[in-house]
């Protein structure tokens, strides 16, 4: 891969290009990376590169002649123009992917106060790397082209990619090395246990864990909880599906259904969604059969049957730990128990009654 970097200030990029994994890189010819000077394009007798803009404001406009001149000059067929700009589309890992496939690249540092507008005619994509503005576009483009350059083939080891943060739709899973102990903080019994099996269904349950806390976003739109089984949870794109192939169940000529025997592939919010639905309607028949219960038929036979209800309302509740917030579980669990233990003092008390009134007919006998 070559790629091309357009900046009026060559000289920032020193330290990025000679160390570390770039450098490497660099060196073993898996990347080419040239420092272009906009400067060294421009056809003004003062190398000017920017100007006031046209209708007044502040600042300088990076002018459209050198950058124009400069892609002009290194572009080839299969090249990709990218400019760095405020402006542009966020950063994200599958854009770094896709741009590591490229063969040439040539990135456009913006500076100043902006660029003349004309010059994204010449530009296939215009990238952020966040809602916030630098001075210019030469720390973005070490950061997209950092990110592009590590996902170059062999650049480093395939294996650190995969199931790197991300990659799937989710983050990392925690990492931890020597000492065993630090400061009464202690590294999780899973991995010194020496089962890579354990050790890689943690990992896999950590990274959802870590990614519902911390990242919730990543796990909305268009993203779908897959499950092996428990504890083998991976959220998945259904684009990235590739190779799998779904039936309709019982041959239903339905395009948006799909059927798995081992598999559940859901909207998170549309499983959550059924599972409330599911409960608020038991909830209101617990609620009915309760009222009967207090106003109708106090008896023991009756408390069974509405205690039975309860219990096995908990246990469908218990059922859905994984799709339910702790919260929302824990108050319905509380108001089911609250409900449970009134009905137990009821069938106390209209027992107790029932024993009096037999006392006091058998006294009177
Ligand atoms: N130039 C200035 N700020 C920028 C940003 N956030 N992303 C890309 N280029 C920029």
Redesign the pocket.
């Known amino acids: 891969m070559k790629i091309d970097i357009l900046t009026l200030f060559p000289n920032m990029f020193e330290g990025f290009l000679t160390e570390s994994i770039i450098k490497r890189a660099i060196k073993s010819n898996k990347v080419n990376i040239e420092i272009n000077n906009i400067r060294d394009f421009s056809k003004d007798s003062h190398k000017k590169v920017d100007d006031i803009p046209y209708g007044g404001g502040s600042g300088m406009v990076l002018m459209c002649q050198p950058i124009f001149d400069a892609v002009k000059s290194l572009a080839k067929d299969n090249t990709k123009v990218v400019l760095?700009?405020?402006q542009?589309i966020p950063f994200n890992q599958k854009m770094a992917e896709n741009l590591s496939k490229e063969e040439h690249l040539i990135f456009i540092c913006?500076h100043y106060e902006g660029f003349d507008e004309r010059i994204l005619s010449i530009c296939d994509m215009e990238?952020?790397?966040?809602d916030?503005?630098?001075t210019?576009?030469e720390l973005?483009c070490m950061v997209v082209t950092d990110a592009v350059v590590r996902l170059v083939d062999d650049v480093i080891e395939k294996e650190s990619i995969e199931k790197e943060s991300f990659v799937d739709g989710l983050l990392d899973y925690p990492t931890y090395t020597k000492p065993r102990v630090f400061e009464d903080l202690e590294v999780p019994d899973v991995l010194l246990s020496g089962n890579h099996k354990n050790i890689e269904s943690w990992r896999e349950e950590e990274r959802v864990k870590k990614t519902e806390v911390k990242r919730p976003d990543l796990l909305d739109k268009g993203k779908f909880k897959l499950y092996k089984n428990s504890e083998n949870v991976k959220i998945i794109d259904l684009k990235d599906l590739k190779g799998y192939s779904f039936h309709p169940k019982n041959n239903a000529k339905r395009t948006d259904l799909i059927p798995v025997t081992n598999m559940e592939l859901m909207f998170q919010k549309f499983k959550k969604n059924v599972a409330k639905t599911n409960i608020d309607k038991k909830i209101l028949t617990l609620i009915k059969s309760s009222i009967l219960f207090f106003e109708e038929d106090s008896s023991e036979d009756n408390a069974i049957i509405v205690l039975g209800e309860a219990e096995r309302l908990k246990a469908l509740i218990k059922n859905y730990e994984k799709i339910l917030e702790k919260e929302y579980r824990e108050e319905i669990e509380a108001k089911i128990d609250l409900l449970i233990q009134e009905i137990k003092i009821e069938m106390i008390s209209s027992k107790n009654k029932e024993e009096e009134i037999e006392e006091k007919q058998s006294r009177s006998r």
């Open positions: 760095l700009t405020p542009g913006g990238i952020s790397i966040g916030y503005v630098l210019g576009g973005p």
